[in-house]
C-alpha cells in the first residue's frame, strides 16, 4: 500500500510542469530543504521539511538539525496519513479504474506494445497486473526510473517511523478523497502523452532526474523548483491543481500550529515560488526561516 502513496505523491509533488514568474533568484539563504515557523502568536515554533519520496540510500540527506527539529516536534504531518492503513488503502482503490476499461483500452495498439515490453524488460513485471489501473498509477514505474539503485528509500516512512517511536502524533493535510478528486480532474489524454514521452526519451529522463537530485542534496529550494516546473507538462490543469492544494494547506497548518509543533513534511516541490508553502505562509503572517 505505501507504494501507493508514493507513486501519486512522486507524480503531482516532482513531476509537474507549471507556469510560474516573478521568481526569487537562488542565494545562500534559500538553499535550505527545513524551514522554521514562528510568530503570528505561536507559542512554539514549527518546521517545514521538503521531500523526496523515492530516493537512494546513497543519496539520502538528513542533517543533525532535520534530526533535532524533529526530536522537537510534538506532532508529524504529512500529505496524507501515512500511518493510518485505511487511507492507504483508500488511495490505492482511487488509482483502480471503475470506468469498464482495461488499461490497454486507452493506448494504441503500438503504444501499448511499446509500454508492455518497457514494463516487462525494466521491471521483469507482466503489464497485466496493470490491467485495471488507471493511465496515471504507471506513473509509479517512470517516477522511480531515474533511481540507480535497486533499494529506494522514502523520507516519509523513515520520519514515519522515528516518529511512532517516540509516540508522536501523526497527521494528513489532505483526505484520501482530494487527492483522488486531484487525479480525476487530470485528462487521460494528456497522461498518456506524457507517458509515451517518458518512455521514449528515457535517457533524456534520466539525465533530469540526475539534475533534480544534485540540487535536493545541495538544499538548493529555487534551482529545484525552476527543474520542476520546467519538465515536461502533462497538462496546464496542473499548475492550478499544486496551487490550489498549496493555498488550501494554510488554513490547516495554521490550526495544527495553533494547538502544538508540528513537523511538516511535505514534497519539495511544494515549498518554493510566488503560490508556494514558504510565501503563503508569510502572506498568512508567519515568520518562515531557512535552518541549516
Aim: charged residues 20%; glycine residues 6%; aromatic residues 8%.
Amino acid at each position: 500500500m505505501n507504494k501507493a502513496i508514493n507513486w501519486f505523491t512522486t507524480f503531482l509533488s516532482l513531476f509537474i510542469g507549471i507556469n510560474v514568474s516573478g521568481q526569487q533568484v537562488s542565494s545562500a539563504s534559500n538553499k535550505s530543504l527545513l524551514w522554521s515557523i514562528s510568530g503570528h502568536n505561536l507559542k512554539k515554533p514549527s518546521f517545514l521539511f521538503g521531500t523526496i519520496h523515492l530516493i537512494c540510500i546513497d543519496d539520502y540527506l538528513w542533517t543533525p538539525k532535520m534530526k533535532e527539529c524533529l526530536n522537537k516536534s510534538d506532532n508529524v504531518c504529512f500529505e496524507l496519513n501515512l500511518a493510518d492503513p485505511s487511507v492507504m488503502a483508500q488511495v490505492a482503490i482511487g488509482l483502480v479504474d471503475s470506468s469498464g476499461k482495461n488499461l490497454e483500452d486507452y493506448f494504441t495498439q503500438d503504444q501499448f506494445k511499446l509500454l508492455k515490453k518497457y514494463i516487462n524488460d525494466s521491471l521483469g513485471i507482466n503489464i497485466s497486473l496493470f490491467n485495471k489501473m488507471k493511465p496515471i498509477a504507471l506513473q509509479s514505474i517512470f517516477s522511480s526510473s531515474g533511481l540507480n539503485c535497486t533499494n529506494p528509500t522514502s523520507y516519509e516512512d523513515s520520519i514515519m517511523k522515528t516518529a511512532q517511536a517516540s509516540g508522536k502524533q501523526i497527521s494528513g493535510l489532505e483526505d484520501p478523497e482530494e487527492q483522488i478528486a486531484a487525479l480525476e480532474k487530470i485528462p487521460i489524454d494528456s497522461v498518456v502523452v506524457q507517458l509515451m514521452d517518458e518512455l521514449q526519451n528515457n535517457q533524456k529522463s534520466d539525465s533530469e532526474y540526475n539534475k533534480l537530485i544534485a540540487a535536493y542534496k545541495s538544499q538548493d529550494l529555487p534551482l529545484l523548483y525552476q527543474l520542476i516546473t520546467t519538465s515536461s507538462e502533462p497538462g496546464d490543469e496542473l499548475g492550478v491543481l499544486l496551487e490550489d492544494r498549496n493555498k488550501k494547506w494554510i488554513s490547516r497548518m495554521s490550526n495544527k500550529m495553533n494547538q502544538s509543533s508540528v513537523f511538516f513534511a511535505v514534497g519539495a516541490g511544494h515549498l518554493w515560488g510566488d503560490t508556494g508553502v514558504i510565501t503563503l505562509l508569510r502572506k498568512a503572517g508567519y515568520t518562515v526561516k531557512p535552518l541549516k
